[in-house]
């Protein structure tokens, strides 16, 4: 290879290694970065409220499901999926974290005791808001995460107050 063929020889591989790479531009793995954090954040406020709980599935699992939501978004995207297969990606995602879900769910007893319901249902939710913030709907996402948090930390006390009153335990007067 003589000096003339030397810099195009070393361009063509760059070109094949970017194409074959999928290199993104400076933009687009700074909007994949965001989206992917977001995912994450977004993931850990959930998990560490069940965390706290001493839930199953706590902050790395609720890390993982957003994570994991936003990026199959994410790469569905990348790959120039039209909307109608991005419908099926997100169709997957639903009934896949449907199964992880279930697996936080145990019956304790034959009375129809159940336990991780709510567990359950965090890691759908999350799953969601990581569909959203992979989409690039970080607003959404982070309001979708701000009323789950208000649900889990506001809800039990109405929970409780109203078990008190059905089983006639409410406190007296003095």
Known sequence: MDSDEA????????????????????????????????????????????????SAAGLRTHMLVALGAALMVIGAQQSGMDN???????????????????????????????????????IWSTAAIGIAAGLGLAI???????LALAILALLPRLERHIAHKRD???????
């Open 140 to 146: 959404t996402a982070a309001l979708a995460t701000l």
């Open 84 to 122: 109608a297969d991005l419908s099926r990606v997100l169709q997957g995602i639903v009934a896949g974290i449907g199964f992880l879900g279930a697996g936080a769910i145990i019956k304790l007893n034959e009375k129809e005791q159940i336990k991780g319901l709510t567990t359950a249902a965090t």
């Open 168 to 174: 006639g335990d409410s406190p007296r007067p003095g």
């Open 7 to 54: 810099p195009s020889a070393w361009l063509a591989i760059w070109i094949t290694l970017r194409d074959e790479l999928a290199l993104p531009s400076a933009s687009d793995l700074t909007s994949t970065t965001v989206r992917l954090l977001v995912a994450v954040l977004l993931g850990a406020l959930l998990g560490y409220d069940r965390e706290r709980q001493d």
